[in-house]
């Protein structure tokens, strides 16, 4: 109980460009788990140096696929999970935020809320999944915080609770109040200010503050923190908990302001591990069997081998080195005496991990995501989503010999997530599914490194696929009618492929008792 009491498991999410990987960067600072700024840059500039693959990403300078961090604070253990900002990775982003208790938003104070965050946010809320938010970017000219709290409720719909206010913007930032403790933060930007270069003065009236801000400023504070007061809906826990409220943080990222209230904030408020639903029952953390689902399966350091690594999610129980689980979708037992987790930007190999921990587990393939380990319990976990994909490609080989070689690569990418593969019915083509252009990118970029096949892949006359669900007769009917449009996708579903959205229309009309689902669970 104490160990699971301990944890704090969540992602940051961000429009890209906000300031993710520098608020990333500083709350591992913060927590003394890495001791210089620019290791956290330095892994995004240098990802090509562990992983030949990631090339793509160099060359785009943007971030494909999430990381995980595990870091102490003030005697809580803290594991973070990083998302994609390019909306072309968005699965993977889906994917990472089921398996978190809880995010942290940051918004750009001079942009306020964009088009991924009001994404992003929609996904959050398909789980209640509670919001902290981190309004970055002080140290610019920015919109008045009290417009940007408006926005973030009318935009974003979740009532704002202010736990800090800016003191100023821009060259005139000065500080925060907290609202809350009711202590004045004050920093001087511009210095280059180190971690904890700041003075802390109790009580928003103390006389002091006349003095070092000036009575213009200091009145004009006050004014400001007495109508927030008033005006604002004062924070709670079990509104937050339920994803209701957002406790909203004021602060500079990149001059390391504001982010230790907000780490401060995060491990009072965020809450522990979760309970999750499976097919069965639910799971509670504090059960003595370990259970958990993979989330995310990344290639690994040599990308030739096909090694990869599975992230699961802990829900309940305990991992314990060499221990023999269960993958509940193939029935095997498998021993997992390797597994890693994630002490900053290092790999560590685990004795132990808790729910709520991210584990990493080598494989060469065979592990899908979705995939539920449990220490004999048939359950499966419930609610990782595998969206219907929104642009399609014919894999033309260059050379048909390769054709084996194509067949276990896509195999293995759509295990992976990478892309999605469908099998007509009708001939032995490969068609790809994606929901971002780039996936394709990526997909041939990894065809051709990892395992040696050049092709291309054409453009085909699909516009929408659907699941189709019941009963044999319905089914065959549709066969009969609709062969030329019938796959089988990678995990052997039934899938309809609709040349146009007017196509899908006719034939959801024609076939009543089939159900056609955008969403399917892994
Ligand atoms: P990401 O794309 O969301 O991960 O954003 P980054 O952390 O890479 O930041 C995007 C840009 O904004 C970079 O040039 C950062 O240096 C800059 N940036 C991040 N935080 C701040 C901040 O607090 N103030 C200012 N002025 N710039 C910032």
New binding site residues.
């Given amino acids: 109980m104490n160990e699971i009491s301990k944890r704090r498991t969540f992602a940051i999410i961000?429009h890209?460009?906000?300031?993710?990987?520098?608020?990333t960067e500083k709350l591992l600072l913060y927590a003394g788990a890495i001791k210089t700024a620019g290791s956290v840059k330095a892994r995004k500039a240098n990802t090509h140096a562990t992983s030949d693959w990631m090339e793509v990403e160099k060359e785009r300078g943007i971030s494909i696929t999430s990381s995980i961090m595990q870091f102490a604070y003030d005697n809580h253990v803290i594991n973070l999970l990083d998302t994609p900002?390019h909306e072309d990775f968005s699965e993977d982003t889906y994917r990472t935020l089921t398996a978190v208790d809880s995010a942290l938003m940051?918004i750009d104070a001079a942009k306020g809320v964009e088009m991924r965050t009001i994404k992003l946010m929609e996904v959050c809320r398909l789980r209640n999944t509670p919001i902290l938010t981190f309004i970055?970017?002080?140290?610019?000219e920015g919109k008045e915080p009290i417009d940007l709290l408006d926005e973030i409720e009318t935009v974003l719909n979740i009532e704002c609770a202010p736990i800090t206010w800016p003191i100023g913007m821009g060259k005139h930032f000065k500080g925060i109040v907290h609202l809350l403790e009711d202590k004045v933060y004050l920093c001087e930007i511009g210095k280059n200010s180190k971690i904890g270069e700041y003075i802390i003065i109790d009580d928003v009236n103390n006389s002091q503050l006349d003095e070092i801000l000036g009575e213009d400023t200091i009145l004009k504070i006050r004014e400001e923190i007495e109508l927030i007061h008033e005006t604002t809906t004062p924070f709670s826990l079990d509104e937050f908990l339920a994803g209701k409220q957002t406790p909203v943080f004021f602060g500079?990222?990149?001059?390391n302001f504001g982010i230790q209230n907000l780490l401060d904030g995060f491990i009072q408020y965020a809450p522990t591990p979760k309970n999750r639903e499976s097919d069965v029952r639910e799971v509670k953390p504090d059960e003595d069997k370990l259970t958990g689902f993979v989330f995310k399966i990344q290639a690994n350091m040599n990308p030739k081998h096909h090694d990869r690594l599975a992230f699961m999610r802990i829900v309940s129980g305990q991992y314990k080195k060499g221990m023999k689980v269960l993958q509940v979708s193939t029935n095997k037992q498998i021993k997992i005496s390797n597994a890693v987790t994630f002490m900053s930007n290092e790999r560590t190999f685990a004795e132990v991990a808790y729910a709520g921990d991210i584990i990493g587990i080598h494989n060469h393939g065979g592990i899908s995501i979705g995939d539920t380990f449990t220490q004999g319990e048939k359950l499966t976990f419930q609610g990782i989503p595998n969206f219907s994909p929104e642009l399609f490609r014919r894999a033309q080989l260059k050379d048909p010999l390769k054709t084996k070689a194509l067949q276990k690569g896509l195999k293995q990418l759509s295990e992976e997530g990478a892309t999605q593969v469908f099998h007509p019915i009708i001939n032995s083509s490969q068609i790809l599914g994606a929901v971002g252009i780039l996936q394709f990118d990526v997909v041939a970029h990894r065809l051709k490194h990892e395992y040696g096949v050049d092709c291309q892949f054409e453009t085909i006359n699909i516009a929408t696929a659907r699941w189709v669900t019941g009963s044999d007769k319905d089914i065959e009917q549709l066969k009969i009618k609709a062969g030329n449009n019938i796959a089988i996708d990678a995990r052997g579903m039934l899938a309809y492929l609709a040349p146009s959205s007017v196509n899908l229309q006719l034939t959801i009309e024609r076939y009543p008792n089939l159900v056609f689902l955008a969403t399917r669970e892994h």
Avoid: E, M
Wanted: proline residues 5%; hydrophobic residues 30%.
């Fill in positions: 961000s890209p460009d906000a300031g993710k990987t520098t608020v900002g940051v970055n970017k002080l140290d610019r500079s990222a990149i001059s």
